[in-house]
């Protein structure tokens, strides 16, 4: 790929200059700085353009002011810029925007004197309000109220001197619809009090909804008055087209994947993954900034390494969702390789967690996961996994192959948490006592940080889910995996270390206790008697009965519970403790 460089952007992402517009704004730009340098004005004038996020304001604003500083000298406004954000919480935003005008008048040799210094003076009124009145939105009232005497006066002696002086002033404020809802009640209170400064043009962008939501929060009636009152003209700006979009996009990729090898790059392979789920992304320049900047990190490290287009897809989804992007990483085997086990049991797997996703997300993400990894095609499509291609994926270093795998997923910290997405993954399989089991197993092998396995938080997380998550009908099949790998998940990493801590085989019981109080006495028994007989984890099942004898006070303990909450009967208890005697001489026979 021929590297292109494009550095039109700001390192917030939006565009700079109109020249390399790619949204189409440019024109409407220009049209409205030209209208703000012809305009006549007899007083103040306050224009608003309303955009919802990501749909280029910034970019307008820059665009605009770009034009208005390429305007002839002598029909150069003098511009001023103010993000009220950049101070939110910090300072008073009266004060701020007192000092960033007579900040920017002082810069100006032909501003004249007198009009520096009464702005001067103004701020100076300002700092001289107690901090926590001002900070209560009554600054405006105390500087520019008419029966402030001198507030009065500095206020009109600012009108005569801004009368006398032509260049006219721009006021940009940007930024409005990321402020607290403190800070836009007064900064509407500040418009609604200075726009009678003659000569001064104030350019607003901003989200409506977000600002109108924040003045209705308040409460205070005035405050709503204001933004019908101040807002004099107001155009609402289009999200920009999907072409304008795509074209932005290329060109930004174009730059990020720079010295990419050809021969890994198939522009059939890329046109499908495109289309097929990472169109559906975009929707707005923040998006392209987002999916841009991310790969300008992770890329760099990994790009003879990996297929540059499964690359772009695979951090697409850590930007857009990152819980499919966890769930792809942290389930490995569900995703690569030939189906191993029951279909349906990774139908029921990959279909749980995609229930999780918004309706108009779930085609284009089960689409582009089908292409990143084939085995899927047996779950979602009609096509069978092709063995035949395996060693054709990993000569292209795509993501499905289970070398390759690991170095897309390099720039990951290693979580001790198990997220809900992942416990309900693994819930999934529990219908199957064979799939349940092997996924423990797996759980067990997994170290965390603090030298447990990452069985043990799952034991623990998983009471969280026994009195309704699970569904009644995957009792059974659970209750039946720990009595078959029980013994597997008693790892010397999990074992207590102090007099306090409880051990792994602890966690099994009161798990197999709780989910057993959801069904009555006789499907209890049925459980039990069931996985008992076909149970292997003989120090498991022994445990358990014995937590069962010691409810009923047979066991000497002093954990003896009334008999109407015995998870068994006195009888059925005693046919069960026969079951493991039998079990437990039959396994000293085979040995």
Not at 297 to 318: M, Q
Not at 331 to 342: D, I
Not at 520 to 547: C, H, M, Y
């Amino acid at each position: 790929m021929a590297q292109t460089k494009v550095k039109e952007f700001t390192t917030d992402g939006t565009l700079i200059t109109p020249e390399k517009d790619r949204l189409g704004y440019a024109s409407f730009a220009q049209y409205l700085a030209d209208s703000i340098c012809d305009m006549t004005l007899a007083e103040g004038f306050v224009i608003a353009v309303y955009g919802s996020w990501g749909s280029g304001k910034s970019t307008l604003m820059n665009f605009i002011v770009q034009y208005l500083q390429q305007k002839p000298e002598d029909e150069q406004p003098i511009i001023v810029p103010f993000n009220p954000w950049l101070f939110s919480g910090y300072q008073d935003i009266t004060k701020r925007f007192f000092d960033q005008l007579k900040n920017v008048l002082n810069r100006i040799p032909s501003v004249q004197k007198g009009l520096r210094e009464r702005i001067a003076d103004l701020g100076k009124a300002v700092a001289e309000i107690p901090l926590p009145y001002a900070q209560t939105g009554r600054a405006v009232a105390a500087l520019l109220d008419e029966e402030d005497k001198e507030a009065s006066e500095l206020k009109e002696e600012v009108e005569i001197i801004l009368q006398q002086h032509k260049q006219r002033i721009v006021v940009a404020i940007d930024d409005i619809d990321r402020l607290g809802t403190e800070d836009i009640k007064q900064l509407f209170r500040l418009l609604k009090a200075i726009p009678s400064f003659t000569n001064v043009v104030y350019l607003l962008v901003f989200d409506k909804d977000v600002v109108l939501k924040a003045l209705a929060e308040t409460q205070d009636a005035s405050a709503k008055e204001s933004f019908d009152k101040i807002i004099q003209v107001a155009f609402n700006l289009p999200s920009p087209d999907k072409t304008s979009l795509r074209r932005l996009l290329f060109e930004k990729l174009e730059s990020v994947m720079a010295d990419t090898q050809k021969q890994l790059f198939e522009p059939a392979y890329w046109t499908k993954i495109y289309y097929q789920g990472i169109d559906h992304f975009i929707t707005n320049l923040r998006d392209i900034v987002r999916l841009t900047d991310t790969l300008t990190l992770t890329y760099a490290t990994v790009k003879d390494e990996v297929n540059p287009v499964d690359f772009i897809a695979v951090e697409s989804l850590r930007v857009f969702y990152p819980m499919v992007y966890d769930i792809i990483r942290k389930n490995k085997n569900a995703f690569l390789g030939e189906v191993n086990s029951s279909l349906d049991e990774l139908k029921n797997l990959q279909n749980s967690w995609i229930a999780l996703l918004p309706d108009e997300d779930k085609q284009p993400v089960q689409k582009l996961l089908m292409d990143l990894f084939p085995k899927l095609e047996c779950v979602w499509g009609s096509s069978d996994y092709d063995k035949k291609q395996e060693s054709e994926w990993c000569k292209q270093l795509r993501v499905c192959c289970p070398e390759i795998f690991p170095i897309y997923f390099r720039l990951n910290f290693s979580e001790s948490e198990l997220s809900n997405t992942q416990i309900t993954a693994i819930i999934a399989t529990a219908f199957d006592a064979k799939a349940f089991g092997e996924k423990l197993t797996e759980l067990a092998e997994q170290i965390r940080p603090d030298g447990t396995t990452q069985v043990r938080a799952f034991l623990e997380q998983l009471e969280n889910y026994t009195e309704k998550a699970i569904p009644l009908d995957s009792i059974p099949a659970i209750v039946q995996a720990f009595f078959d790998v029980g013994e597997q998940l008693l790892r010397v990493e999990d074992e207590p270390t102090t007099i306090f801590d409880f051990s792994n085989e602890t966690r099994i019981s009161r798990i197999i206790s709780q989910l057993l109080r959801r069904l009555d006495e006789p499907a209890r028994f049925e459980v039990l008697n069931t996985a008992i007989s076909q149970g292997k984890a003989l120090s498991i099942i022994a445990n358990q009965v014995e937590t069962l004898a010691a409810q009923q006070g047979q066991s000497g303990s002093d954990t003896s519970i009334p008999e109407e909450e015995w998870l068994i009967s006195a009888q059925h208890l005693k046919e069960l403790e026969e079951i493991v005697r039998s079990s437990a001489l039959a396994q000293k026979t085979e040995t």
